[in-house]
């Protein structure tokens, strides 16, 4: 089946830095999602980003679909940015199964 | 419009026992997938229905687990007899017919002692 990699795995980072999270897969997608796991273990979609570009307040991603990777940008990151970011895609047809990453595992301190 | 829900939202058995554990999708959404996270690993996809229909349940670890989705509304995930190995957080999304985000609920941390 397809990989997913992530990395950097953990990331510490003092509030107001910015930082960038990799995902890397193995296989053409036609699904990429990025989800932030909070510390009360709540999934929320960040973003649908199959390729392109997108940009939602401090946070932007970027999906290189041919050389098969995506990006999350977190720019000026605040105590809430703490958790697990998780890159998940989907290879087969419309609505199938999502394959996640291991995750980054964020924490931003003061 | 209320985004997934699923019930209860952490639970504590005994090895040996059965829990039982509920996700209602967003209303409409023909689509329910079950994952689970385990020991701090990757989540993983358990199974996918359509409407009542089991469209892929390939990630289902072994038969003590039981999936139903009966009239394609909620679903329920039974695991009869648990074991340790299963204690995670167990998340249920939905997504329309043909859409490609999936929309994940709070997940249920079971705790298996």
């Known amino acids: 089946g397809i990989q997913v990699e992530q990395s950097p795995p953990d990331l510490i980072l003092q509030e107001g830095a910015n930082s960038t999270l990799r995902c890397n897969f193995s296989?053409?997608?036609?699904?990429l999602q990025w989800f932030h796991q909070n510390p009360w273990g709540q999934l929320i979609n960040l973003f649908y980003?199959?390729?392109g570009t997108k940009q939602n307040g401090r946070l932007s991603a970027t999906t290189v679909a041919t050389e098969r990777y995506s990006l999350l940008y977190i720019s000026s990151s605040q105590t809430t940015d703490s958790g697990v970011y998780f890159c998940?895609?989907?290879?087969?047809?419309?609505?199938?199964?999502?394959?996640f990453g291991t995750g980054t595992r964020l924490q931003v301190t003061l | 419009e209320a985004g997934v829900t699923q019930f209860p939202s952490h639970s504590v058995i005994e090895k040996g026992q059965t829990v039982t554990l509920r996700c209602d999708p967003i209303?409409?959404?023909?689509?329910l997938y079950w994952y689970r996270r385990v020991m701090g690993k990757e989540i993983k996809f358990l199974l996918h229905?359509?409407?009542?229909?089991?469209?892929?349940e390939s990630g289902m670890p072994n038969n003590r687990f039981l999936a139903e989705r009966t009239g394609g509304t909620y679903s329920t995930l039974k695991v009869q007899p648990a074991e340790l190995e299963d204690s995670g957080v167990y998340f249920c999304?939905?997504?329309?017919?043909?859409?490609?985000?999936?929309?994940f609920g709070p997940g249920t941390r079971l705790t298996v002692l």
């Open positions: 998940a895609v989907e290879k087969g047809g419309t609505a199938s199964k999502l394959t």
């Open positions: 999304a939905s997504s329309q017919v043909k859409a490609v985000t999936q929309y």
């Open positions: 229905f359509v409407k009542e229909s089991k469209q892929d």
């Open positions: 980003i199959p390729s």
């Open positions: 296989d053409s997608v036609n699904n």
């Open positions: 209303s409409g959404h023909d689509n």
